[in-house]
């Protein structure tokens, strides 16, 4: 029988009388704080909206927000309506994380940009691909990939959105795959410090865990980011008849999707309210990490999972070499040059950059284009340079 864990009625009574009287903690980031790196009229709070709810519409106007819908979450390779996709992920992220914002008193419209861009940086084939992607531009460069990082570049760099300072940092810390039962931000004081952070996540690998974030909207967010896939890529598991209900265990915070995001979300409301950090008791820290080892050993280690890992790895491979030889060749109908350098110049944001695109370090132009194609993308393009490639991926149809 599912169980769905309550806030008590202490709380519960204060949170109504503290509400109804306005006289709750203001924890929450204050939107006349919020910095930019460009003082534009055009960007400042107005009534209509303010300046994270702007973040947000420049997130979704965002020319990559679109691919989210393509680019897999953790099942790539399945053709299946009902498995979840990253635009789905995204959504789920910002619904708990705003729950759990609105009742901590926080600044949800901060909280719903951070999740919205997230992952807009992230690869086709998920941690996959990321990790294929990293190891040949350190290759090339000695220089790191890490999707979060790559997220702060789409927004700030490849597309100059001039966001806030605590929306992009809020991204680049987000890193959901490092639990912590307690959560404190560190704040962030300029541009010039986060400028430094970012560039020792490119030169160092390891230092991207170090990253904090600088509000606690921005802790809130990255619990979630875990909250939103523990149970979820359970349920996918399931609907790609991989795993059943029952090869799962219940560590206190239920087996099911819905059982995991409520106990969670209750249990960290419960122990952060009123408090400058985000917390969870210590039996459902404990549940968190067991659930997400069983995860990883169940469903990401599950060979189902990996079948084309190597596969992709070798293609993406291929590409990296052909696009790079493309770019240093200067052979101007590549795709590399058609479909993404003159795709961004005819941007309107081509302008706004700092130097012109074509000027980038050309591997890193090939690391934007090959991070920001979708899973379909990357296997009609693959398909197009190599025709007579030994190594293709197929679906699991429908039907199949």
């Not at 709750?24 to 303010?50: C, M, Q, W």
């Not at 702007?54 to 989210?68: E, G």
């Not at 619990?223 to 996918?236: E, F, N, P, S």
């Not at 990996?306 to 070499?321: C, F, H, P, Q």
């Amino acid at each position: 029988m599912a169980y769905y864990e309550d806030l008590s009625i202490e709380l519960q009574e204060k949170i109504q009388t503290e509400k109804r009287e306005h006289r709750f903690t203001p924890l929450g980031f204050d939107e006349k704080n919020a910095l930019r790196r460009i003082d534009n009229p055009h960007d400042y709070s107005s009534v209509l909206r303010g300046a994270f709810v702007r973040d947000v519409d420049k997130i979704l106007n965002c020319p990559y927000y679109n691919r989210y819908s393509d680019k897999t979450q953790v099942f790539s390779l399945y053709k299946n309506d009902d498995i979840t996709h990253r635009s789905l992920h995204v959504q789920l992220v910002s619904r708990i994380a705003r729950t759990i914002g609105n009742a901590l008193n926080l600044n949800v419209d901060l909280i719903e940009a951070i999740a919205l861009g997230h992952d807009v940086g992230h690869t086709p084939f998920g941690h996959t691909g990321e990790k294929f992607l990293d190891g040949l531009f350190a290759e090339k460069t000695g220089r790191r990939f890490a999707h979060n990082i790559h997220s702060v570049r789409v927004l700030d760099k490849i597309f100059p959105l001039n966001l806030t300072l605590q929306t992009l940092s809020g991204i680049a810390a987000h890193n959901g795959e490092m639990e912590l039962e307690k959560y404190q931000p560190l704040p962030l004081l300029d541009f010039e410090s986060f400028d430094e952070q970012i560039e020792k996540c490119y030169q160092d690998g390891e230092w991207v865990k170090k990253l904090v974030p600088s509000t606690l909207e921005g802790c809130v967010m990255r619990i979630c980011d875990i909250i939103a896939y523990l149970g979820k890529d359970r349920h996918d598991a399931e609907q790609s008849n991989i795993l059943r209900a029952e090869d799962f265990s219940d560590y206190g915070i239920g087996k099911i999707n819905a059982e995991i995001v409520n106990n969670l979300m209750v249990n960290i409301i419960q122990h952060s309210y009123g408090k400058p950090y985000i917390k969870m008791d210590e039996a459902h820290f404990e549940a968190l990490q067991k659930g997400k080892r069983e995860n990883y050993a169940q469903i990401y280690g599950n060979e189902s999972v990996k079948r084309a890992d190597n596969t992709i790895g070798l293609m993406m491979a291929e590409l990296y070499a052909r696009l790079l030889s493309d770019l240093e060749n200067g052979r101007t109908s590549s795709p590399i040059f058609t479909q993404h350098i003159d795709y961004l110049n005819r941007s309107p944001y081509a302008r706004k950059r700092s130097i012109p695109y074509a000027e980038t370090e050309k591997n890193q132009i090939v690391v934007d284009y090959i991070a920001g194609m979708t899973d379909d993308y990357f296997i009609h393009l693959h398909r197009y340079l190599f025709p007579n490639s030994r190594h293709k991926i197929n679906y699991i149809e429908y039907f199949d």
